[in-house]
C-alpha cells in the first residue's frame, strides 16, 4: 500500500498481454501451470465459499422466513421481518447510533492515526517500549479491552473521576455515570473505538510515510519549507491514499464491531447506545428470533459494500 | 558575519533541540494514552478490597499492602486456565488449517502468471471486509445442522474464514519479495514447481510464514462474536467471552481478577506482535504495490 512510479507488470492490461505472446511458445507449460493455479486455489476457495458465501445467501433466506431459535421450521413470510423490525423505533436509533459512531469516530482515527504515525516514524531511544504500548490497545482482545475500560469509567470508583473531584471539577461525593448517562455513554463508546483503532490506522499510514522518497523532502527543506509547510503540501497529498484506506478500516472496523458495545454498556442506557449489530444479536440469538436479527444484520451489507468499493479504488489509485 | 553565521547556527542548534523535546514529549503522551486503562488494570490486580472500593482513597496509590490473592483467585476458583487453554490449541489448529490453505492459494497469485491473478487477490481480501456480525446467524444455525453446537471446535471450523483472507494476502506480498530466478533456477535443475518450492522458495518465504502465522494467531484470540453465538458452556469457552461472562456474575464484578486476565492477555499478544510489525508493514505494503 504505497506510492508506487512504474505500473506494475500484471495488473497492467498491456503489458499483460505482451507477456501472454511472448510466453506462447512454451504453452504448454502455461497450461500446465493453469491448471496448477485451480488445484492451489480451489481449498481456499471451497473453504470462503461454504462458510462465507452460503451463510451470506442462508442469511437472506433466514430475514424473509419466520425461523426461531425453537421452531427450526423454514415459512417463506416475504417482507414481515423488515416490516416488523422497521416499526420498532430501537433499529432506528441502532441504524442512526452505528452510522454517528462510525463517521465520528473515522475522522478522529484518521486524524489521530496520521499524528500518532508522525511520532512513530521518528526517531528516538526508547522508541521498542513506545511502540509496544501504542500497539496495545489493537493487539489485545477487543472485549478484554473493552473489560479495562468497563473499571476505568466505573460509575463509582472511576479514577477518572477521582482526579475531577481533586480538580474541584466534582463535588466531594459527586461522579459522572460515563457509561449511565446517555451522552456520555455515547461518547465514551467512540472513545474506545477511537483508542483502540487509531494504532491500526497508525500502523498503515506509517507504511505509506515510509515509502515517501527521502529525496523529495529534503528537497523541500532545502528549498526552506518548515515543518508544517512539508506536512502539508508534501506529505499529506503523497501518503492521501494510505490515509483512505486507513479510513475505510476504520470505518468498517468500528461500523461491524459488537465487542465494545456489549461490554461497555450493553446497548443502555436504555437503548442510548444500540447499535445495529448488538441489536441484531440481542433479537437473533439471545431473543431466539433467527428471522428478525437476520433482517437487522443484513442492514450492514449494503454499507459494507460501499466501503469495500471506495477501498479499491483508493488501492487502485495507489497503483497507477 | 562570522557572529551572524554563528547566531544562525546557535538558533537551528535551539530548534533541533526544540524539535528533540517535542518528539519526546509526544512519543510519552501517545504511550500514555494508549497504555492507561491497562496500567489501571494493573494497579487495580494487587489491591486489597477495602482499599479498592473506597473512592475516597487515591485509587493510583496502595493505600494498603499489595496483595496477590486476587491473581492467584484466578487460577484456583475460576476457569481462567480453561479459556487459556482454549484459545491456544483453537488458534493453533486454525493457523495450521490456514496455512494448509493459504500457502499453496497464494503461491498460485503470486507465481502462476494468470491474468486473473490480481483481481482474484483483491476479491479474497475484500472477504475480510465480510465481518462476523453479518454471518453469525446462520452460521450458528449451520453450526447447530453438524451437530458442533456449544463445542470449541466450531471455532476450529469458522475461524479459517477469517483468517485465510487476510494470510494469502500477506503471503502474496512475501512471496514477490522473492526473485523468480531462484526457483527458475531450481526446476531448471530438475526439481518440479512443488519440489522447487519446498527446496528453494519454503526456506525464503520463512521469516514470513511466521508472521502469517502470529497475525492469524492474533486474529483468532481477539474474535468474541462467533465465540459469544456458538458456544455457551463454561468449559468449552475461549478467553475473549470467557472472561467478560463467566468472571461477572450478575451485578457481582471480581474487579482485581477481571483486570488482571486483561493484563495477562494483553501483553504477551502485544509483544508478540511487535516482534513482527514491520513485517506486517511490508507484506502488506508489497501485496498492494507488486499487484
Known sequence: MAIREAPPAATDPAATAAGRTTRSTRRSLADRDGALAWIFLLPSVVYILALVAVPFFLAIGFALSDVTAGDASYDYVGLDNFRAIFDDPVFWRSLGNTLLFTGVSMVLIVVLGKVLANILVADFRGKWVVRFLVLLPWTTPATLAAVSWLWLLDSIYSPIDWVLRQLGFLGPEQNMYWLGEPGLAMGSVIAVHVWRLTPLAAVIITAGLVAIPKDLDEAARVDGAGFWRRMFEVTIPMTLPVIAVSALFGAIFTFTDMAVVDVLTNGGPNNATQVLTSWAFLRGIDGGDVGQGAAIALFLFPLLLAAAIAILRSVRRMEF | MASRTEALRRRYARRRVGGRIGVYAAAVLAAFLCAMPFLWSLITTFKQNRDLYNPRNNPFLYNRPATPDHLLYLFDRTAFGAFVWNTLWVGLIVVAITLLLALPAAYALARLDR??????????????????????????????LIGLQDSTWSLVLVYPTITIPVSVWLLIGFLKAIPRDIEEQAMVDGYSRVGAFWRAVAPLVGPGIVAVIVFAFTLTASESIYALAFVSPTGEKVVSTGVPTELIRGDVFFWQSLQAATVLVALPIAALFNLFLDRFVTGFTMGAVKG
Do not use: C, H, K, N
Not at chain 2, 117 to 144: D, N
Open chain 2, 115 to 144: 491474468p486473473w491473478a490480481s483481481w482474484f487477490g483483491v476479491a479474497i481480501f475484500l472477504v475480510y471486509l465480510v465481518p462476523p456480525s453479518l454471518l453469525f446467524l446462520s452460521l450458528s444455525r449451520m453450526v447447530v
